[in-house]
């Protein structure tokens, strides 16, 4: 964790307070969405990590999550549950060129766990999170 925390400073130039958080944030928006398993091994294996996803739950949006919720029940989920994050993410002050590289630096972390294949099934867990992975993020023009 502290290895991704400097990563995430260095790249995205946040208050370590607020990188924590953010990646805190990203770690249980992921590991709430995979189904196989692999990101609670990617947090088992990191040290304070699971304190800061314990941590994350308490980082409103504003309410945005309950607008977005209610549209999804019209809509589905998928785009909608990137949004969320998107909005938790924003309520933090963080910028999208800062999320980009928030999610690029917790996707690098994951491939040095997790290996090729375990970040892949990552990246998998959302279409919408998938399609930008590959150059941006862009977190907040998924819907």
């Not at 308490?58 to 998928?78: A, H, N, P, Y």
């Not at 969320?84 to 690098?108: F, H, M, Y």
């Not at 040095?112 to 993020?137: C, F, M, Q, W, Y």
């Amino acid at each position: 964790m502290e290895d991704l925390t400097k990563n995430v400073i260095a790249e995205t130039k946040l208050d370590p307070n607020v990188a924590k958080a953010a990646i805190g944030l990203v770690l249980r928006f992921l590991r709430d969405k995979d189904k196989t398993g692999n990101m609670q091994v990617m947090i088992a294996k990191m040290p304070s990590a699971q304190e800061a996803v314990d941590t994350a739950q308490f980082v409103g949006d504003g309410g945005v999550t309950q607008t977005i919720e209610g549209m999804t029940s019209l809509f589905g989920r998928g785009r909608a549950d990137v949004n969320i994050l998107a909005g938790q993410l924003e309520k933090l002050g963080i910028s999208e060129v800062q999320t980009d590289a928030l999610v690029r630096q917790v996707l690098n972390c994951a491939e040095t766990i997790l290996g090729a294949d375990g970040v892949e099934k990552i990246r998998s867990i959302l279409p919408a999170l998938r399609e930008r992975t590959g150059t941006r993020t862009d977190l907040r023009r998924s819907a």
